[in-house]
């Protein structure tokens, strides 16, 4: 499975962006999709999930600011994030989990939020 994302940027406080990631490979495979985040000197988060039958779970720190969709074949996860934060300044990436236990991630995509 190959990850590939995109649209991440630089935003002032209050504006949104949103957050693309397609998968290509054995996607039958995939289980479920994430997006993570890293900012410097903090652990890696785990930001937002959607399995393969739509269920959805956020992190607590971008409730009802952050919304994940994708397809149920598993081929896209998108993260719409609005009312972006400083505190959101971070790596994203995409992540994706087969039935098998299998993880894979994209390269990575930067989000600054100026204040």
């Known amino acids: 499975v190959q990850l590939v994302e995109s649209g991440g940027g630089l935003v002032q406080t209050g504006g949104c962006l949103r957050l693309?990631?397609?998968?290509?490979?054995?996607?039958?495979?995939?289980?479920?999709m994430a997006w993570y985040r890293q900012a410097p000197g903090k652990q890696r988060e785990r930001v937002a999930i959607?399995?393969?039958?739509?269920?959805?779970s956020y992190a607590d720190s971008v409730k009802g600011r952050f919304t994940i969709s994708g397809s149920n074949a598993m081929n896209t996860a998108n993260l719409q994030m609005n009312s972006l934060e400083p505190e959101d300044t971070a790596v994203y990436s995409c992540?994706?989990?087969?039935?098998?236990?299998?993880?894979?991630w994209g390269q990575g995509t930067q989000v600054t939020v100026s204040s």
């Open positions: 959607i399995t393969r039958g739509g269920g959805t």
């Open positions: 992540n994706a989990r087969s039935t098998a236990g299998q993880s894979y």
């Open positions: 693309s990631c397609t998968a290509s490979g054995s996607i039958f495979s995939i289980d479920y």
